[in-house]
């Protein structure tokens, strides 16, 4: 089984902690042949004065890296 887990360091909705727990249970019950890849984007978005955090943002500001990563972990594992 192959798991892709991304999370916000500064996550304002959901706490960075859970994407870091999720990854850390998969990395110890990864079988033989799976893959776990974890990325903890900072994931900032200003607009006048204001900065969120919230979920999902990553997506948003990193968007090159997040397409980057999804294609490369879809590639390996797919085998495309």
Not at 1 to 19: A, N, Q, W, Y
Not at 36 to 52: D, E, L, M
Not at 57 to 75: C, G, I, Q, S
Request: net charge neutral.
């Amino acid at each position: 089984r192959h798991l892709f887990i991304s999370h916000g360091k500064e996550d304002g909705r959901v706490p960075v902690f859970h994407g870091e727990m999720m990854c850390d249970t998969a990395l110890a019950s990864k079988i033989k042949h799976g893959t776990v890849k974890c990325w903890y984007p900072s994931g900032q978005i200003t607009v006048g004065a204001v900065k969120t955090t919230e979920h999902a943002v990553a997506m948003l500001t990193e968007l090159d890296e997040w397409n980057h990563r999804m294609k490369e972990f879809f590639d390996r594992t797919l085998h495309l």
